[in-house]
């Protein structure tokens, strides 16, 4: 694993596209890196794990919670990759 290769990467995808999205399966669910904000100097990332959960009724509904939130600069983005990376999540969904 290359902490600054993937930084790098996912560093130009969240500068360059507001809706991207990196996320993985895990066991319990998904784990997703997030950007916020259409401001490419300004935005904020946030790892997400989505846990899917089963009512009394045997409905089944999602649930967030956030696990980390950050700023745009190329080490903050590098600390949400390891915290991604920790949690179960994979190099090759960084995209």
């Known amino acids: 694993m290359d902490l600054a290769k993937l930084g790098i990467k996912a560093k130009n995808l969240l500068d360059n596209d507001p809706d991207a999205i990196s996320e993985t399966d895990i ?10 904000g259409i401001d490419k100097d300004d935005y904020r990332v946030s790892l997400e794990k989505q846990i899917e959960i089963e009512d009394e009724n045997g409905n089944f ?3 967030c919670e956030e ?3 950050s700023g745009s600069s190329f080490e903050e983005i590098e600390e949400i990759i390891e915290y991604y ?11």
Do not use: P
């Open 27 to 36: 066991e319990e669910g998904r784990l997703l890196i997030c950007r916020t």
């Open 61 to 63: 509904d999602e649930e």
């Open 67 to 69: 696990i980390s939130e």
């Open 85 to 95: 990376l920790e949690e179960g999540g994979k190099e090759e969904s960084i995209c």
